[in-house]
T-cell receptor, first 120, second 115 residues
Framework: AQKVTQAQTEISVVEKEDVTLDCVYE???????LFWYKQPPSGELVFLIR??????QNEISGRYSWNFQKSTSSFNFTITASQVVDSAVYFC?????????????????FGKGTHLIIQP | EPEVTQTPSHQVTQMGQEVILRCVPI?????FYWYRQILGQKVEFLVS????????KSEIFDDQFSVERPDGSNFTLKIRSTKLEDSAMYFC?????????????FGPGTRLTVT
């Protein structure tokens, strides 16, 4: 069975500090997809990134970067020079690519989330 | 930019009543999903839907729940007889493909309160 663990329940840092959110996953599939979503106080889920299991290249998008390491089953998320607007709950999620012949839709397995608080 | 919409934004109902939560997925998407998030907890997958039938469902999605695509645009989640523990935020999502080549786009959610 697939599982996503976000061990950090809450992180609080002062603005402009760098912060890393940890994500560890478990899956028996060799093909899978990993995601990060942001949930601001307003409640919606905002997609941040998708990574497939064959692509271990790290990615940088502005102040955000992601470190995918299959050897440790981790997909960590770093925010550089954090800002107050980054305050939110961040969820890591996993989807296994089931081999349906006629289609099919794979649900995401979410971690419990990390509540990030950026203090001014 | 196209988006998933959900109505109502907040629904209050009494225990034992039936509720229908509505979603309009992105128009060219073929795969639809419902998730729920109990307050302060993680987002949990309920069900996925493709080609007018359930594709995958979790253990949470018991006989009290049903989904339907009554027309070409709406996707609904029905809870037949609500329980207090059904109180949660319910998110609808849609995607172009099932293989997660493209991400699932989430709606803003419907907050269901069962009293």
């Amino acid at each position: 069975a697939q599982k996503v663990t976000q061990a950090q329940t809450e992180i609080s840092v002062v603005e402009k500090e760098d912060v890393t959110l940890d994500c560890v996953y478990e899956t028996r599939d060799t093909t899978y997809y990993l995601f990060w979503y942001k949930q601001p106080p307003s409640g919606e889920l905002v997609f941040l990134i998708r990574r497939n299991s064959f692509d271990e290249q790290n990615e940088i998008s502005g102040r955000y970067s992601w470190n995918f390491q299959k050897s440790t089953s981790s997909f960590n998320f770093t925010i550089t020079a954090s800002q107050v607007v980054d305050s939110a709950v961040y969820f890591c999620a996993l989807s296994e690519a089931h081999m349906y012949s006629g289609g099919g839709a794979d649900g995401l397995t979410f971690g419990k989330g990390t509540h990030l608080i950026i203090q001014p | 930019e196209p988006e998933v919409t959900q109505t109502p934004s907040h629904q209050v109902t009494q225990m034992g009543q039936e509720v229908i939560l509505r979603c309009v997925p992105i128009s060219n998407h073929l795969y639809f999903y419902w998730y729920r998030q109990i307050l302060g907890q993680k987002v949990e997958f309920l069900v996925s839907f493709y080609n007018n039938e359930i594709s995958e469902k979790s253990e949470i999605f018991d006989d009290q729940f049903s989904v339907e695509r009554p027309d070409g645009s709406n996707f609904t989640l029905k809870i037949r007889s609500t329980k207090l523990e059904d109180s949660a935020m319910y998110f609808c999502a849609s995607s172009e493909t099932p293989r997660q080549v493209y991400e699932q786009y989430f709606g803003p959610g419907t907050r269901l309160t069962v009293t």
